[in-house]
């Protein structure tokens, strides 16, 4: 069996095969993957916002998406993954509460996933998988075994991208 | 800086009195839900939750129970989230006593009950600032109440991620409402914006 690790919101961790990467009820923030195709070493970031440059302060770099990823990958290679051969997988971004108007704010759900996507594309690892947006809840798994990412919801279902 | 306390600076004094706050906003929210309700209500000591993000999202008992969560925006001298959240049997429970049904009637998640919640939140959290507001001389009030149905980490992360921009922490004022022997009715959540703990603070002479 192999080992699961919880990663908490605001949270990183990275880990060697055999192991599963968890993090549970993703709302606005996204749950960010990575996975070594060859060594099977995989990673998962839990954002909550998309830029560092918009907090007054703040040490914890798996917070936002900027610093979160580029923390995360520092972190895979660390582990002897290569850079070519990751890929990454996202979930999440979803906007929980129907708020009206145009309150950028409460968009962040979106910004998140748009932040994170942008990060991965300078950083040229290919995004293989994507589940965001919506108003619902997800709790994502990461499988270092075939990089499989699980998504589970409340209302619609189970999924694997 | 006057005036700016930040979750960092907070003592176990300033502690106490946001317990305080917790205490005289929710027994107000408590009798106004008494009323509502025609059925006694009690609450729980409140709690005041300072912990970091990673916490957070088992503060319910678990990231992916499946809970009604209503929220209001709050408004004035002070500014923040305040979060009303209901496992599913007490969210049946209170919209059937409110519908004048049986208690055990399944619950159907039509317009009538979603608005029946939100008026829920309206009340409690009209009554609850409307103590806090005659307590501190500041004026305050809630936004249009709004309703999800999800995971109670996905729910919590809303306010929490007011707090991301600024802090490292989250704190939240909790208090239970409790129904019948030991039925939890449902937890609320004062959620200020972090300028706003001073300006309580500073209300009530203590910062």
Known sequence: MAEIIRVGMADLKVANHPAILTTLGLGSCVGITLYDKKKKIIGMVHIMLPNSRIATASSNKAKFADTGIMELLE?????????????????????MFAFEGTNESMKIGQRNSEAAKMILQNLGIPLVGEDTGGSHGRTIELHSEDGRLMVKTIGYGIKYI | MANVIGIKDINSFHLDVLKEIGNIGAGNAATAL??????????????????????????LGGAEIEV????????????????FVLDMRSATILVNILMGKNVDEELVFDDITRSALQEVGNILAGSYLSALSNLTNLRIMADVPYLAIDMAGAILSVPAI??????????????????????????????????????LLSALGVA
């Open chain 1, 75 to 95: 972190q895979m290679l660390a582990l002897g993954a290569n850079k070519k051969d990751l890929v990454a997988k996202m979930a999440g971004g979803a906007q």
């Open chain 2, 34 to 59: 008494a009323k509502m309700l025609d059925k006694r209500i009690d609450m729980k000591v409140p709690q005041i939750r300072v912990m970091k993000f990673s916490e957070v999202s088992d503060v």
């Open chain 2, 68 to 83: 009604v969560g209503i929220l209001l925006g709050v408004q004035g001298d002070i500014t923040g989230k305040i979060l």
């Open chain 2, 162 to 199: 007011e707090f991301g921009k600024n802090s490292d922490m989250v704190l939240y004022i909790e208090n239970e409402f409790i129904y019948g022997t030991d039925s939890v009715i449902g937890d609320f959540f004062l959620v200020p914006d972090e300028i706003s703990y001073g300006r």
